[in-house]
């Protein structure tokens, strides 16, 4: 399933450095002024997943093939941008495409970077991108109500349940409030989905920290946690700095630097995951002599769903799925050890995939 995350923040605060470093290019501009990046740079990153290499190491696997994830670097928003300023209309357009959006938020002081707001103060920087993200869900909404209105009135069921999530959005959104805490019913998702909400969407704060900083945080990091803490919401900590720096070496490279920083992975790595968490979503794995992958499904999905990720075809026909958990598959050595062992499960429509298992489906 296709996963795309927006990078949203202020002018300055290290969303292009740490786009970089995420997918491992220099596509987006990191220069030192408001706005150095004028359209959405989109880019597919691989999806950090040890188990690959263990899984493939036993079936002799020709290649490895990660799942993916898409990170979208959405230009520098200011104040006013719900209204126009800057480049910001273009700019949250960019977002509703997304599934999720990241803030990132300065945790660094460094005179030689200038900030938009002539401070560093990442709850404000947060709070800023997040009143913008509203006011322009606010002036959406009350556009559309008026028209969903008549047409509710006049009877149309559809006008009369989007009318109704409309309201429920409001309400917070007049508050000072994102529309993400709105609980939603599951026949209403779908509906609530189409409103293309900016602050409905998933938020996962991002502490862009120095590089002395990177295995801790500090202070202005420590603030940015207490206040995901407050919003119910995720926060990792990362020097786009130093991952921008990793991104140009080689994998021993990266080791030694790494270990060198007193580090026990890159910064995007706990991101990623992250971003997974926020969206309640996990793996499971095919594995043969052609190649070992990793496949994302939400956490719950049934066997046939599962199937229906690889293709649309295999869930229509689901007969059954042959499942073996990814820990008897290392530990007994392979497919034909844990079939042996009686580790290996023929399961039915009912059965929800649990994280690291390794699926074979059988399908009309």
């Not at 899984?55 to 002799?60: S, V």
């Not at 000072?176 to 602050?199: I, S, Y």
Request: hydrophobic share 45%.
């Amino acid at each position: 399933m296709a996963l795309k995350v927006a990078i949203v923040g202020l002018p300055n605060v290290g969303k292009s450095t740490l786009f970089n470093a995420l997918t491992r290019t220099a596509a987006a501009q990191a220069a030192n002024y408001p706005f150095c990046t004028i359209e959405p740079n989109t880019g597919d990153v691989a999806v950090p997943e040890p188990r690959l290499a263990a899984l493939a190491a036993i079936a002799g696997s020709k290649e490895i093939i990660p799942s993916r994830i898409t990170f979208v670097d959405i230009a520098g928003l200011v104040r006013g941008a719900s209204k126009g300023e800057g480049l910001g209309n273009q700019f949250l357009a960019n977002i509703r495409d997304c599934d999720a959006v990241a803030f990132v938020a300065r945790c660094f002081v460094d005179d030689d970077i200038t900030h938009v707001e002539n401070r560093i103060d990442p709850v404000s920087d947060l709070e800023i991108i997040e009143t913008e993200l509203m006011l322009a869900d606010l002036e959406s909404l009350e556009k559309r109500v008026v028209n969903v209105e008549k047409k509710a009135k006049g009877g149309d069921k559809d006008a009369q349940q989007t009318l109704r999530l409309i309201n429920m959005a409001l309400t917070p959104l007049r508050a000072g409030q994102p529309a993400r805490v709105v609980q939603v019913d599951k026949e209403d998702q779908k509906a609530w989905h189409m409103l293309q909400l900016l602050t409905s969407l998933p938020a996962l704060y991002v502490a862009n920290v120095d590089e002395n900083s990177a295995d801790k945080g500090n202070a202005l990091s420590d603030q940015v946690a207490a206040r995901a803490a407050r919003d119910n919401a995720k926060a990792v900590v990362i020097s786009a700095k130093i991952d921008s720096e990793l991104a140009l070496l080689d994998e021993a490279e990266q080791l030694e630097f790494l270990e060198s920083m007193g580090l026990a992975e890159p910064g995007l790595n706990r991101l990623i995951r992250e971003a997974y968490a926020l969206l309640g979503l996990q793996s499971y794995f095919t594995v043969g002599p052609k190649e070992a992958r990793a496949w994302t499904i939400p956490i719950g999905a049934t066997a046939p769903q599962a199937a229906g990720v690889i293709h649309t075809d295999f869930e229509k026909g689901f007969i059954r799925a042959e499942t073996i958990a990814f820990d008897d598959f290392i530990a007994l050595k392979g497919e034909a050890g844990a079939k042996e062992a009686g580790k290996m499960k023929a399961e039915g429509k009912a059965y929800v995939v649990r994280d690291g298992d390794v699926m074979n489906f059988l399908f009309n």
